[in-house]
């Protein structure tokens, strides 16, 4: 059983055990602990405990702050930390609202917060491409296309993690009806939060300026740091201010 991990990193739908690194490991120089949780079709945890990937392996959805306090409890740790991308920030985000007491702090890397989701649902989607017809050589070129910030270390798992997703070509479609309300997620949050943002929307960003002046003013539990040059992928954009920033929350609590 692992106990007193420093860190409970959630990654959803694209994560994989070794899409956290390099930042990861940066982050635990000190041998601290890390615990990654995903979507079972999308993650594999080779160098974790059986009963740590049995436990995880759970369906997390956008509000599945459920499901992650079930592993959370199922493997005894105690007050963990937890940082979350994406939607893992908003089932990160829900979990912290939902039982406060069960966790130390959390680090919310980019949440899916923002007003527009209704008119966004109305907008042709493009399909996401059918990885798995793809060769490993052919997906991280074309992710070194779209991502020229991030470092090359971080392709290979992220290529491979592409060629394990199994969702349906609509993904994003089906995910925007589920993302709850974000007002009442970040008012019930009970700890302190640092909400991670990128300052691109080019490449992709999605907390504005104002939604996360609002999340503070909703919650005084919420800090925020904002990274001019990166959009989504704050960790992979911005990866040296990033590291510093979550080490420097984590230290203090």
Known sequence: MLTDPALTD??????DRMSVSPASL??????????TAGLPDAVVFPHQADE????????????????LVAVVTALGLEKPALLGHSMGAATVAHAAGLRPELFS??????????????AIRQQPQTPAPDWQALSIEQIGAAGRAQSPLWHPDEFPAWAESKRQFRGPADWRARAIPGIVDWRETVAAIGVPALLLRGGSSE????????IAAEAQRLNSR????????AGHNVRREAFAPYVAAVSSFLARY
């Open 203 to 210: 490449r992709g960003a999605i907390v504005s300026a104002e």
């Open 105 to 118: 702090c959390v680090i919310l890397e980019d949440p899916p917060w923002r007003d527009d989701w209704s």
């Open 52 to 67: 740590v990937a049995a436990a995880i392996a759970t369906l997390v959805r956008v509000d599945g702050g459920e499901d």
């Open 26 to 35: 940066a982050e635990h120089a000190q041998s601290e602990s890390l615990v």
């Open 222 to 229: 919420v800090q925020t740091a904002c990274f001019a040059q």
């Open 10 to 15: 959630l990654r959803t739908l694209f994560g």
